[in-house]
Nanobody, 125 residues
Framework: QVHLAESGGGLVQAGGSLRLSCAAS????????IGWLRQAPGKEREFVAA????????TYADSVQGRFTISRDNAKNTVYLQMNSLKPEDTAVYYC??????????????????WGQGTQVTVSS
């Protein structure tokens, strides 16, 4: 049973930073990619960033490129999302999700097999 658990959300002022964590368990993730996606009130869920567990290659949405960094800790089976220079428009529920690295669809969609419960990030102006 795959389990993904996010943590690290909260309230921060614009320009501040937060680090989200996604603890993964239940299987070996070496052949998986882990993504962070977010959903703001009244908006569709959108891709934020993703990392291949094996090799560590990363992909970012244009809106967060240069401000957010996704990384993984193999020993802890945890993926992080370091968010710097936060803006009010980054306010959303952030989800981590997993899918096989062999997936051949768009890197930027939300077609993932497993999802966490989400963590709220609120950026005040």
């Amino acid at each position: 049973q795959v389990h993904l658990a996010e943590s690290g959300g909260g309230l921060v002022q614009a320009g501040g930073s937060l680090r989200l964590s996604c603890a993964a368990s239940g299987r070996t993730f070496s052949s998986y990619a882990i993504g962070w996606l977010r959903q703001a009130p009244g908006k569709e869920r959108e891709f934020v960033a993703a990392i291949r567990w094996s090799g560590g290659s990363t992909t970012y949405a244009d809106s967060v490129q240069g401000r957010f960094t996704i990384s993984r800790d193999n020993a802890k089976n945890t993926v992080y999302l370091q968010m710097n220079s936060l803006k009010p428009e980054d306010t959303a529920v952030y989800y981590c999700a997993a899918r096989p690295s062999s997936y051949r669809g768009s890197l930027y969609n939300d077609e993932y097999n497993y999802w966490g419960q989400g963590t709220q990030v609120t950026v005040s102006s």
